[in-house]
């Protein structure tokens, strides 16, 4: 497992996986930069209100804006980057598995409701977490532990339906569970992790795919 995020890491520069990375944030910027000029026009009017309902609705208005923005933006970015997901796992092989013969196509739709399902299971840990950030072992459990249940499902899903048939990526992740919640418990981590959260998508693409390589050749399934 390490090896894979050690290789993950180092693909960062590379051309392909560079313009997933800029494309991604620049059209998270785009989205909520549209979203925080809603809430600003949305401040504005409630700034109509007069005395202390007035100050508290725009001190409400700012305060939810900013927190908006800072949970949506690692959930736009896994939206967006699930739309390049297929680049950056033929990135991946191009360089460390040449020779495979071409992926099955993944139909757009489909890439849109991979990125929808982690977004909002992203979304969804962040907002259950948040009560128990005080209280850092159930905060571990539940943002790390649960998340990491979820997230190393759906990660090891959208890279295996490339190349198996559903059965097979079923069973596949049947026989190494914990193996792939462990993954999973390591990108919920980095999702955590102000700034580097923004393309942890891309990173826990790539490190799927590494870790989906090596499970597959164990098995001997292809």
């Not at 297929?86 to 360089?95: F, G, I, K, P, S």
Request: cysteine-free; aromatic content about 10%.
């Amino acid at each position: 497992m390490l090896s894979a995020v050690v290789k993950a890491l180092s693909q960062l520069s590379d051309p392909p996986i560079r313009r997933v990375i800029t494309l991604t944030l620049l059209l998270a910027i785009l989205a909520i930069a549209l979203l925080l000029a809603l809430a600003w026009w949305l401040v504005g009017w409630l700034s109509g209100l007069q005395g202390l309902w007035g100050e508290a609705a725009q001190f409400g208005g700012i305060l939810a804006t900013i927190v908006v923005a800072w949970f949506t933006f690692p959930a736009l970015s896994a939206t967006i980057a699930s739309l390049f997901s297929d680049d950056v796992v033929d990135a991946v092989e191009a360089r460390y598995y040449p020779g495979k013969p071409p992926a099955k196509q993944v139909p757009i739709m489909a890439s849109i409701w991979d990125g929808l399902k982690l977004a909002g299971l992203s979304l969804l840990i962040n907002l259950v977490a948040l009560p128990f950030l005080f209280v850092p072992p159930l905060y571990a459990v539940i943002s790390w532990g649960v998340g990491g249940y979820l997230l190393g499902r759906e990660y090891f899903e959208m890279v295996a339906f490339r190349r198996l048939s559903r059965p097979d990526a079923h069973h596949l992740l049947r026989q190494y569970r914990g193996r792939f919640t462990m993954a999973g418990v390591l990108i919920a981590i980095v999702l955590t992790i102000p700034i580097v959260n923004l393309i942890a998508p891309v990173i826990a693409t790539a490190f799927m795919v590494h870790l989906a390589e090596s499970v597959v050749n164990q098995r001997g399934i292809r």
